[in-house]
């Protein structure tokens, strides 16, 4: 009796889910920070620029925004590839419109603008702050290549490099060892039923991914990153942003002349 040939084992597919539903207070802004203008663009523009250069390894590009959002249309008028779509479901906090658009990605909405593919619970979703407008893509290529193979996942993330401190009353209290701190960035790595889950019982006051994980009893990764992966706040940090894709943007054009 001849068996059935062996099903092919299918790879797990790589999504990215921009939570952008945030109005950003600290940063000094008369509308939502991640609709100012940088270099001509706006702030979000300049974070799908880094994801779309990696398209062929993506499988999807999701962007949630408050329901009544007027600003991401105006910002990135060309949000509308194959693999990309716009979710309307931001919520309150940070957390609950990253639960909401990992829903989402498992129930696309018929009629929904952009033809992204629904995910499955077991792909992998890339999970990234708008905000964060100077990530690379060399940056997101080596977060995959260290986590896809990973049972947890993990994070982008720096080791802490300053002196850090506890204070009581304006005044220092005590200096902490930093040898085994880290400053977490973004993109995070996770599978998207596993974080799901993980964001379900940690409720809305979590401020990343990790954290839900590690509630959860998980160790996620460290992945090196960069001092200059920061998430715009401030309103200095603008100038700052800005100085960087610059400083790019001129090493760029004298690389092509070489």
């Known amino acids: 009796m001849t068996s059935a040939p062996a099903k092919p084992q299918v790879s797990p597919q790589i999504f990215v889910l921009i939570p952008c539903a945030g109005q950003g207070s600290r940063a000094g802004t008369s509308g939502p920070k991640q609709y100012e203008l940088l270099l001509g663009r706006s702030l979000v523009s300049h974070t799908l620029a880094a994801f779309r250069a990696l398209d062929g390894a993506l499988a999807g590009l999701w962007v949630v925004v408050a329901p009544d959002d007027e600003g991401f249309a105006l910002a ?3 949000f509308a590839g194959p693999h990309e779509r716009l979710v309307r479901d931001g919520g309150a906090t940070r957390a609950a419109t990253v639960l909401n658009g990992l829903q989402a990605m498992l129930r696309p909405q018929s009629g929904a603008a952009g033809g992204a593919a629904a995910a499955s619970a077991t792909d ?8 964060r407008c100077l990530i690379t893509p060399a940056q997101i290529s080596a977060l995959i290549a ?12 720096q080791k ?16 902490l060892d930093r040898s085994d701190k880290w400053l977490a960035q973004t993109p ?11 964001l379900q019982a940690a409720g809305e006051l979590v401020t990343d991914e990790s954290s839900a994980m590690e509630a959860m009893g998980l160790a996620p990764l460290l992945v090196s990153g960069s001092a200059q992966n920061f998430k715009v706040t401030y309103p200095e940090d603008f ?9 790019r943007s ?6 092509s002349k070489s």
Do not use: Y
């Open 160 to 175: 802490l490099p300053d002196t850090l401190k506890t204070g009581l009353s304006g005044r220092v209290a005590s200096t």
């Open 76 to 78: 990135c008028p060309d």
């Open 250 to 255: 001129s090493a760029g054009a004298r690389n």
């Open 146 to 157: 260290a986590c896809r193979d990973d049972a947890v996942g993990g994070l982008l993330a």
């Open 188 to 198: 995070q790595m996770f599978r998207v039923g596993a974080l799901i889950t993980a």
């Open 239 to 247: 100038a700052l942003a800005e100085a960087v894709l610059l400083s």
């Open 124 to 131: 992998w979703v890339l999970v990234h702050d708008a905000a």
